[in-house]
């Protein structure tokens, strides 16, 4: 079946650091991929997404580039700040279903 | 403004006892899921409908139960809480594929 990995957490990263977050996938046929980030005591926002390969999504300084042939999408930003502190979870919808699956969430603690 | 609402957002109950935990959505969206997010797991999926009078079975179902009468609600009921039903739970919905999840608050339910 569809599956995400991410990497192990917390993540600590002093403000104006780059900051990366890998995830790699494994689905049939050709899934969107999503990056969700959760702040605390609150649901999942959606952050950025991707709907085929080589496509580039990006928001609030993130980005990430859909990786068919390392089936990978990672999560960069130039220079994190205090405020980017939240959960990170990448996701996958498969082709012709409309439910997505979630990673495990990657924690991200940017100190000033 | 249309958006996804949870109710209780906390709620302790015990062992044995039934619960309904409440979700409605003014989007007017076909689809609603329900996820538990546990540490380590990240969300896994419950139960999840694409419109009325549809459910279906997702990778945690067990002791769970969902009913779709109208397009704004799916509530979750757990027949016989169990310590082990002790999570967070977040609804969810979307139009259609490749868009937008907008996730709820979330439900702490903890069962004693």
């Known amino acids: 079946g569809d599956s995400v990995t991410q990497m192990e957490g917390p993540v600590t990263l002093s403000e104006e650091a780059f900051l990366t977050i890998n995830c790699t996938y494994t689905a049939t046929g050709y899934p969107s991929l999503f990056w969700y980030v959760q702040y605390p005591g609150e649901g999942l926002q959606l952050l950025l997404k991707?709907?085929?390969?080589?496509d580039k999504g990006s928001n609030k300084g993130f980005e990430a580039t859909y990786r068919k042939e390392t089936t990978s999408f990672h999560l960069e930003k130039g220079s994190v700040q205090v405020s980017d502190s939240a959960v990170y979870f990448c996701a996958l919808e498969s082709g012709g279903y409309q439910k997505v699956t979630f990673g495990t969430g990657t924690k991200l603690q940017v100190i000033p | 403004d249309a958006e996804i609402t949870q109710s209780p957002r906390h709620k302790i109950t015990e062992t044995g006892r039934q619960v309904t935990l409440a979700c409605h959505q003014t989007w007017n969206h076909n689809n609603m899921f329900w996820y538990r997010q546990d540490l380590g797991h990240g969300l896994r999926l419950i139960h999840y409908?694409?419109?009325?009078?549809?459910?279906n079975k997702g990778e945690v179902s067990d002791g769970y139960s969902v009913s779709r009468s109208n397009t704004e609600d799916l509530p979750l009921t757990l027949e016989s809480a169990a310590s082990s039903q002790t999570s967070v739970y977040f609804c969810a919905s979307s139009e259609s594929r490749d868009t937008e999840a907008f996730f709820g608050q979330g439900t702490r339910l903890t069962v004693v």
């Open positions: 991707a709907t085929k390969a080589d």
């Open positions: 409908s694409y419109g009325v009078q549809d459910t």
